[in-house]
């Protein structure tokens, strides 16, 4: 590889390109990486980690107003959104400077510029620069996706909303996924006046259809307004700055705010990858094989860029297979099955392995169980919101095929549970299992 610049270029600094860059470096190779927006990607600067700040940020909310049933005192209270925008911004700016010294420490050479391919072993920098690599790997990511209708620009999305000068009085969130009912939860808390629009008639499609049910109804008890079916046909400006959405059932809709939260294409746009013959999906997304590479045999893809999983773990360990595979003599792939995943939403939901649907389609003995309970922090904050366990079993040995959580802190209950679900235990080893009391988590050993 030594007529070449070096031995792997990578576009984008994300996740997913900044572990391939560590790892391949570690295998000893030479390796630049360029990066036209900020190093640490989406996640890192406009995605789960601020996004999950907000959300601690919000609950506070709760939190004081559930804190005088525990004997505290919290007359004279008042949140300032500018401290909790500029501390995220801040955090934000620690993480990109860590992210940064990784790879330094690692010798990557990082282009603060865009970089487009130019060939199979040939990419151009917009300083004008070309420079020639044995491999190149996209990176990229995804970027959130706008709809072709009047006055869309008027809105914005998760890559803006971190930065507002000042929270809005209303806001309209279009979507019905976890971005869209993340962000409901924060601005909901923070009094916001909430309405969350999807033209379906379902939000969260591919979770537990009881669970997202349950949500539903937490949501509209705290003040959210859901309307399902329901899509936009324009939007105008008006003289005070407010917008007033038409939507195309003949309502409209006035708001200070609308964000786009309705999915995210694959950033692969304008990459020069149709040029030099990479294979790319109607949506944009770079095509691979399960060794991360496209038809292009020194071109390879990693993360959001390739729409197989779009989560940012995923993302990172795709990188490292990709640069253990290539540089360092240890082919391997990852394996997509048993995949856990959250949604910050208020309450949280989290979730494992088969919904209740999926296992009846695929097996034919499915058994429920369940555990529908109010935690006790929320009996005696005088709080009725419910939390509800959920757990799918298979088979004469009823192994669990799939745990489905809503209520406070599932994410952090979920991930041990997980390996768990992934390992093919059963019913009865959870049984099996003494309870750890008094906590959430032991209804998940304790399910009838």
């Given at each position: 590889?030594?007529?070449?610049?070096?031995?792997?270029?990578?576009?984008?600094?994300?996740?997913?390109?900044?572990?391939?860059?560590?790892?391949?470096?570690?295998?000893?190779?030479?390796?630049?990486?360029?990066?036209?927006?900020?190093?640490?990607?989406?996640?890192?600067?406009?995605?789960?980690?601020?996004?999950?700040?907000?959300?601690?940020?919000?609950?506070?909310?709760?939190?004081?107003?559930?804190?005088?049933?525990?004997?505290?005192?919290?007359?004279?209270?008042?949140?300032?959104?500018?401290?909790?925008?500029?501390?995220?911004?801040?955090?934000?700016?620690?993480?990109?400077?860590?992210?940064?010294?990784?790879?330094?420490?690692?010798?990557?050479?990082?282009?603060?510029?865009?970089?487009?391919?130019?060939?199979?072993?040939?990419?151009?920098?917009?300083?004008?620069?070309?420079?020639?690599?044995?491999?190149?790997?996209?990176?990229?990511?995804?970027?959130?996706?706008?709809?072709?209708?009047?006055?869309?620009?008027?809105?914005?999305?998760?890559?803006?909303?971190?930065?507002?000068?000042?929270?809005?009085?209303?806001?309209?969130?279009?979507?019905?996924?976890?971005?869209?009912?993340?962000?409901?939860?924060?601005?909901?808390?923070?009094?916001?006046?909430?309405?969350?629009?999807?033209?379906?008639?379902?939000?969260?499609?591919?979770?537990?259809?009881?669970?997202?049910?349950?949500?539903?109804?937490?949501?509209?008890?705290?003040?959210?307004?859901?309307?399902?079916?329901?899509?936009?046909?324009?939007?105008?400006?008006?003289?005070?700055?407010?917008?007033?959405?038409?939507?195309?059932?003949?309502?409209?809709?006035?708001?200070?705010?609308?964000?786009?939260?309705?999915?995210?294409?694959?950033?692969?746009?304008?990459?020069?990858?149709?040029?030099?013959?990479?294979?790319?999906?109607?949506?944009?997304?770079?095509?691979?094989?399960?060794?991360?590479?496209?038809?292009?045999?020194?071109?390879?893809?990693?993360?959001?860029?390739?729409?197989?999983?779009?989560?940012?773990?995923?993302?990172?360990?795709?990188?490292?297979?990709?640069?253990?595979?290539?540089?360092?003599?240890?082919?391997?792939?990852?394996?997509?099955?048993?995949?856990?995943t959250a949604v910050f939403s208020n309450p949280p939901i989290a979730s494992v392995g088969m919904t209740e649907t999926e296992a009846r389609a695929a097996h034919p003995d499915v058994k429920i169980y369940k555990s529908d309970f109010r935690a006790m922090k929320n009996v005696l904050a005088d709080r009725n919101e419910r939390a509800l366990y959920k757990m799918v079993v298979a088979g004469a040995n009823e192994r669990v095929v799939g745990l489905h959580l809503i209520g406070?802190?599932?994410?952090?209950?979920?991930?041990?549970?997980?390996?768990?679900?992934?390992?093919?235990?059963?019913?009865?080893?959870?049984?099996?299992?003494?309870?750890?009391?008094?906590?959430?988590?032991?209804?998940?050993?304790?399910?009838?």
């Amino acid at each position: 590889m030594a007529e070449f610049e070096y031995d792997l270029f990578v576009i984008g600094a994300g996740s997913g390109g900044v572990r391939a860059s560590r790892i391949a470096a570690s295998h000893g190779a030479r390796v630049a990486v360029a990066e036209e927006h900020r190093v640490g990607g989406t996640c890192v600067i406009r995605g789960c980690v601020p996004k999950k700040l907000l959300v601690y940020g919000s609950h506070f909310a709760e939190d004081l107003r559930d804190a005088q049933r525990f004997g505290w005192s919290t007359a004279g209270a008042t949140f300032d959104w500018n401290i909790l925008r500029d501390n995220v911004a801040a955090e934000v700016n620690r993480l990109e400077g860590l992210y940064g010294q990784t790879l330094g420490n690692n010798k990557v050479e990082v282009f603060r510029e865009r970089a487009v391919v130019t060939g199979p072993n040939s990419v151009r920098l917009a300083s004008g620069r070309e420079i020639s690599a044995a491999y190149i790997l996209i990176a990229t990511g995804a970027w959130p996706s706008v709809p072709e209708i009047a006055g869309a620009g008027h809105g914005i999305t998760s890559n803006e909303v971190f930065s507002l000068p000042a929270l809005p009085k209303r806001a309209v969130i279009a979507g019905g996924g976890y971005i869209a009912n993340e962000f409901a939860g924060i601005f909901n808390e923070l009094g916001v006046k909430v309405s969350l629009v999807t033209h379906g008639d379902r939000i969260l499609r591919g979770y537990d259809d009881e669970i997202v049910d349950r949500l539903v109804d937490i949501s509209g008890h705290k003040g959210i307004d859901i309307r399902f079916n329901c899509s936009f046909k324009s939007i105008a400006k008006q003289d005070d700055g407010s917008l007033m959405i038409e939507t195309n059932q003949g309502e409209t809709i006035e708001t200070d705010l609308l964000l786009w939260a309705i999915g995210r294409t694959p950033h692969s746009k304008g990459l020069g990858l149709e040029e030099v013959g990479v294979a790319l999906g109607k949506d944009g997304s770079v095509q691979v094989g399960d060794d991360n590479r496209t038809n292009v045999p020194c071109i390879y893809a990693v993360g959001d860029v390739t729409n197989r999983v779009q989560l940012t773990p995923i993302a990172i360990r795709e990188g490292h297979a990709f640069a253990d595979s290539v540089f360092g003599n240890n082919p391997r792939t990852v394996n997509y099955d048993c995949i856990p995943t959250a949604v910050f939403s208020n309450p949280p939901i989290a979730s494992v392995g088969m919904t209740e649907t999926e296992a009846r389609a695929a097996h034919p003995d499915v058994k429920i169980y369940k555990s529908d309970f109010r935690a006790m922090k929320n009996v005696l904050a005088d709080r009725n919101e419910r939390a509800l366990y959920k757990m799918v079993v298979a088979g004469a040995n009823e192994r669990v095929v799939g745990l489905h959580l809503i209520g406070p802190d599932s994410g952090e209950i979920l991930q041990a549970a997980a390996i768990a679900v992934k390992a093919g235990l059963t019913k009865q080893d959870f049984d099996d299992t003494v309870a750890l009391h008094p906590s959430m988590s032991e209804e998940l050993v304790l399910m009838k």
